[in-house]
């Protein structure tokens, strides 16, 4: 009986992501990147939201989280940006992210708001992107670096504080942030929503007291908060159903 609903509990978290992941490339800059691409069902066009990983790589979370914004209705694009590689533990992780050039991590994720752009299914017009941690501060610079973009997440990622950057911000941003996170701390997040309400732009920031970094991902055993990780999740949604969907 006890493996029938392990059985059962195995079956239902495989078909609460539907969508099949279709590995594609595009040109970026003289290079050639690539990611993973999650299609909504439907002829569309549909919004889009591309997907930017953690400093693990695209690992089976980040999929997780591209396979379920495409059974919502969005085109999902896990832009990869390690070019395959996938930390295995924190230390291959550090040396991965500090391995990445920054301006190569903005130019892929703008190179990947092009591609989505120019495809059939997808309505250029209402394309998002979401990231968390060290995807979160990529997140803050798309936003800065691809105006068109409609909505921008901001998870627990480094903010940009340069009001002349921050003018180039023309998406509606959301942000969710730990109280306890000693990196991305209360006042930066803070400081942040204050200067872009000061250029009237349209930002929302929630800051959890008892979180701390890394908070919405179950993975992170000592620090994962399953109750202001379900807020998170619910508020992300309704974020992109209200800027992206008609």
Not at 194 to 213: C, F, N, Q, R, T
Request: contains cysteine; charged residues 20%.
């Amino acid at each position: 009986m006890k493996r029938f609903f392990l059985l059962v509990l195995l079956l239902a978290s495989v078909s609460s992501f539907a969508a099949t992941p279709q590995p594609v490339t595009f040109t970026s800059g003289s290079d050639s990147a690539s990611g993973l691409l999650y299609l909504p069902s439907g002829a569309g066009p549909h919004p889009a939201i591309v997907v930017i990983q953690e400093w693990w790589g695209v690992n089976d979370w980040i999929k997780e989280q591209a396979s379920r914004f495409a059974d919502e209705g969005y085109v999902a694009l896990a832009v990869d940006l390690y070019r395959g590689q996938v930390a295995a533990d924190a230390e291959m992780a550090h040396e991965l992210s500090r391995g990445l050039p920054q301006d190569r991590g903005v130019r892929d994720l703008v190179s990947s708001v092009q591609f989505l752009s120019k495809r059939s299914d997808v309505d250029r017009a209402r394309i998002g992107a979401v990231g968390w941690c060290m995807g979160g501060g990529y997140a803050a610079q798309l936003a800065v670096a691809e105006p068109g973009l409609k909505a921008v997440v901001i998870n627990y990622g480094a903010l940009p504080t340069d009001k002349t950057a921050l003018s180039n911000i023309h998406a509606a941003v959301l942000g969710n942030f730990g109280g306890l996170d000693h990196g991305i701390t209360p006042a930066s997040v803070n400081a942040f929503a204050d200067s872009m309400k000061g250029l009237g732009k349209p930002v929302d920031v929630k800051i959890y007291p008892d979180a701390g970094h890394a908070f919405e991902n179950p993975n992170n055993t000592q620090g994962y908060k399953p109750e202001d990780a379900k807020d998170a999740q619910q508020r992300i949604q309704t974020f992109f159903a209200q800027t992206l969907k008609p």
